[in-house]
């Protein structure tokens, strides 16, 4: 049996914010006690807010290839202009779309940039949310603030929305990973009839942010961090790294 | 919040069984019920073996072309030859993996076409499924026997495993829905601050199938149903076809 439930009652998240204590906060307030093993999955907004990775696009000055993207695809060139600066490369663009591969390494829409629910603090100004600098070490902090005052071993997964490109609509994936393996490697099993099995390796990971996903909506400020409870996985230190497919080994690239 | 279980105790999967039957059975003997607007998420590989979608590889006659392309992957060439028959257009390939748009629309490795876990019935024959011929009528028919059996309204998903082009790692995807909208749109939903959301739709049928797929694990003749209970989405009649997107509109094939 599998459990995913919410954590009601966190704050708005603001720049400096420790998510480990206001999580715990809003477990004790709420009645909910993390327990070992429960898979805390958090929307990588209010990982970017409370990092401080807002970015006013008033203050971006937009390069050349910036400004003729921007015209290409009828985008703020501010906002093509902080895309470009996150990603190492274009892949594809049409329309409102632009697919780059991150510097992190995913291959994403709009670099992740998001300009949904980041509270317009500063009047005149615009802001946007960059992707965390290093989602799996802010994953592995918040594990461990976790841990320090909950008293329990949890994994955690930074998740963030993709779509994909054969199919239609997105769905959560993890863009951070602590505690957990993020691949369950099958390999060399066989089934009841001694055949190797076809897909040999799930992503346990982004099916579990997937599932997370389904309670966090789209409004993620209101449901930001969800439990999951009962899904199986191999503890491990984890690393989002290996849930990324090398440029080399990819067929569509 | 969302539970999600598998239906224990259904019995090895035959050429025309009645998966409605057998569910209602397995669930009365084991004290679960179904309740209206549970998600009855059903492993293709069942679906298939009841509908009879099982061929015998030494009853194949590989093409010249199947040769051809079995040479350059090591792959046995009536597989091959099987996969050609099964899709519209070979997209890619490299050593031991095709990935194809299959007949259905998907885009997949194998054509879907899987060998594990067919009961090798027949001496000196080497069984493997073919995807339904029509998921989405396998779900539509899987949910009016449940309706029938079990007196309540549930939604019922198809699933296989597919991968991505650009992530480790397979994930369960719906390849026949019945019951529920397979997108949820979000289409003109502002958030709390008045900005327009960057990901205005979510697949949430695949979502589910991801969160269901958690259980079912990869030999998944022994929980090849499970139910996901609890997870919002928006019913209707549905179709898989929803989460197919149009090569048109396709940036990678």
């Known amino acids: 049996m599998i459990e995913i439930f919410a954590i009601p009652g966190l704050p708005e998240i603001r720049a400096g914010a420790d998510l480990a204590a206001l999580i715990?906060?809003?477990?004790?307030?709420?009645?909910?006690?993390?327990?070992?093993?429960?898979?805390?999955?958090?929307?990588?907004?209010?990982?970017?807010?409370?990092?401080?990775?807002?970015?006013?696009?008033?203050?971006?000055?937009?390069?050349a290839e910036a400004l003729r993207l921007a015209e290409q695809t009828g985008k703020d060139a501010r906002l093509v202009e902080l895309m470009l600066r996150e990603s190492s490369r274009v892949l594809r663009w049409r329309e409102a779309t632009i697919i780059v591969e991150h510097r992190l390494g995913f291959v994403c829409a709009n670099a992740g940039i998001d300009r949904s629910n980041v509270p317009q603090e500063v009047p005149g100004k615009t802001l946007v949310t960059l992707l965390p600098a290093d989602p799996d070490r802010s994953a592995r902090h918040l594990r461990d603030g976790?841990?320090?005052?909950?008293?329990?071993?949890?994994?955690?997964?930074?998740?963030?929305?993709?779509?994909?490109?054969?199919?239609?609509?997105?769905?959560?994936?993890?863009?951070?990973?602590?505690?957990?393996?993020?691949?369950?490697?099958?390999?060399?099993?066989?089934?009841?009839y001694g055949y190797a099995l076809r897909s040999t390796v799930m992503a346990t990971a982004d099916e579990i942010a997937a599932a997370a996903s389904l309670l966090m909506g789209q409004t993620s400020e209101s449901r930001p961090v969800v439990v999951v409870r009962g899904a199986p996985y191999q503890p491990s230190e984890g690393s989002v790294g290996e849930l990324i497919r090398e440029r080399s080994k990819d067929l569509f690239r």
């Open 146 to 192: 976790l841990r320090r005052r909950v008293g329990v071993e949890t994994a955690v997964l930074i998740l963030d929305s993709h779509g994909r490109p054969f199919r239609e609509g997105a769905v959560g994936v993890a863009i951070g990973v602590a505690g957990l393996h993020p691949l369950t490697r099958m390999a060399g099993w066989v089934d009841r």
């Open 24 to 63: 715990a906060d809003a477990c004790a307030r709420s009645d909910v006690s993390l327990r070992a093993g429960d898979v805390v999955a958090v929307a990588q907004k209010i990982v970017s807010k409370a990092e401080g990775r807002v970015v006013a696009l008033e203050d971006v000055a937009p390069s």
